[in-house]
């Protein structure tokens, strides 16, 4: 049977194509992989859907050694993949983040938002925020989540994410300043941020914005509410060959200027590109950024 072909009007390789009848074509198979309850692991994790009319999940990581009621930094991970791939259940993602938990002996919420273009942004951005009110609604311990109300610690919240995750955790923490939230943290590794040429991607999943550095979502520096970041430190993990990099040193920058009071530091790894952390998490450059972050996670 001959295979159905229609003219292509949007190329956008390697993540998906968009045909002239509207039909998306996606790139490569989702992965996943599944939670874990084993009590000879490291890390327990489970999904938990937080809002069934969009079904919005979660994943949630403990450390399987927490004992009863024992309270633990918390940390809000927000995946990357370019707003249009991956999940909280992605092998990278999730093998990431239960690293992370193991060896800084953290609580984790993974957020598994709605993915563009089938849901435009700024819907992404808008799921993490509901997720993110969502694990702060435990912040009394009477939330529906045991695992928040027995063991995170709301006096040490961090939110971080990955290239897109980044992107959006770093407008998690402006929109939490404004309204009145606060962290300890904020955690930028290789943050997908936009410059003075169009990002016809993001403009595509994304088509209220610009493409270019007027959007806040795109260059936090003209976003009025910077000042007001919800965070007393953050860092800056960039790697040295990534094409997004100059973009990252410009907002390290921009963010001194701000008149934000907070701390900031920046890590840059020499030699490296875009999510080498993902993608070979064994190599020594790659324990490096980790134990950076560990670092951050856990000093007082």
Avoid at 67 to 92: E, R
Avoid at 211 to 234: F, Q, S, T
């Amino acid at each position: 049977m001959a295979s159905i072909t229609t003219e292509i009007a949007h190329d956008f390789s390697p993540y998906f194509r968009v045909h002239k009848d509207g039909r998306i074509e996606r790139f490569g198979k989702p992965q996943f992989i599944p939670t874990s309850d084993d009590p000879k692991s490291a890390v327990r994790s489970k999904d938990v859907v937080i809002f069934p009319e969009t079904a919005v999940s979660v994943r949630l990581f403990l450390p399987t050694a927490a004992a009863p009621n024992q309270k633990l930094p918390l940390l809000i991970y927000v995946h990357g993949g370019a707003f249009c791939v991956g999940s909280a259940s992605s092998p990278k993602f999730h093998h990431f983040v239960a690293s992370l938990v193991a060896d800084a002996n953290v609580v984790a919420v993974s957020v598994d938002y709605r993915l563009a273009p089938d849901h435009p942004l700024p819907i992404a951005y808008e799921d993490s925020w509901d997720a993110l009110k969502w694990v702060f609604s435990h912040s009394d311990g009477a939330g529906a989540e045991p695992w928040l109300n027995d063991h995170a610690d709301f006096g040490r919240v961090f939110v971080g994410g990955e290239s897109a995750g980044a992107n959006i955790a770093n407008n998690l923490a402006i929109r939490a300043g404004i309204d009145g939230l606060k962290f300890l943290g904020l955690i930028l590794i290789h943050p997908y941020f936009g410059g003075k040429v169009c990002d016809k991607l993001y403009k595509y999943m994304c088509p209220s914005s610009s493409g270019v550095d007027d959007d806040p979502r795109l260059n936090p520096a003209v976003d009025p509410g910077l000042p007001k970041i919800a965070c007393e430190r953050v860092i800056f993990c960039l790697a040295e060959k990534d094409w997004l990099v100059e973009r990252g040193r410009e907002y390290y920058e921009a963010l001194g200027k701000s008149g934000w009071g907070g701390e900031r530091e920046i890590m840059e790894t020499e030699g490296e590109g875009h999510g080498f952390h993902l993608l070979d998490p064994n190599c020594e450059k790659a324990m490096a950024l980790m134990k950076q972050l560990v670092s951050f996670l856990t000093r007082d």
